[in-house]
């Protein structure tokens, strides 16, 4: 089992950067596919960044692309999520994903990963 536990989040204005960390225990996820999504209000948790399994690549959803950054230290099996230029659209519950053995076409699925954090609440005031 992977527990995952997200802290960062917090109200900031437009324009303002944030940087969300995800700390893993239970075993190591350096091998592991590991992932941010996020959910606003009324709406499908929805795909922001990722590493997939073998850590070569990084996926970004498009309309972060450029503002984001995913990054990870395995040294302290930490995940963290970059966010500069905030908008108020990207006001969002966020949540961390993890898993081992996901395969590359289902990385953006939310219901396919296996493990996830509590999330931790992003709010961008404009």
Known sequence: QVQLVETG???VQA???LTLSCVASGRT???YAVAWFRQAPGKDREFVACFTRTG???LYKDSVK???TISRDNAKNTVYLQMNSLKAEDTAVYYCAADERII???LGRHT???YWGQGTQVTVSS
């Open 66 to 68: 450029g503002r984001f």
């Open 56 to 58: 070569s690549r990084t």
């Open 104 to 106: 590359y076409s289902d």
């Open 29 to 31: 996820i350096s091998r």
């Open 15 to 17: 324009g303002d950067s």
């Open 112 to 114: 396919a990963w296996d």
């Open 9 to 11: 989040g917090g109200l």
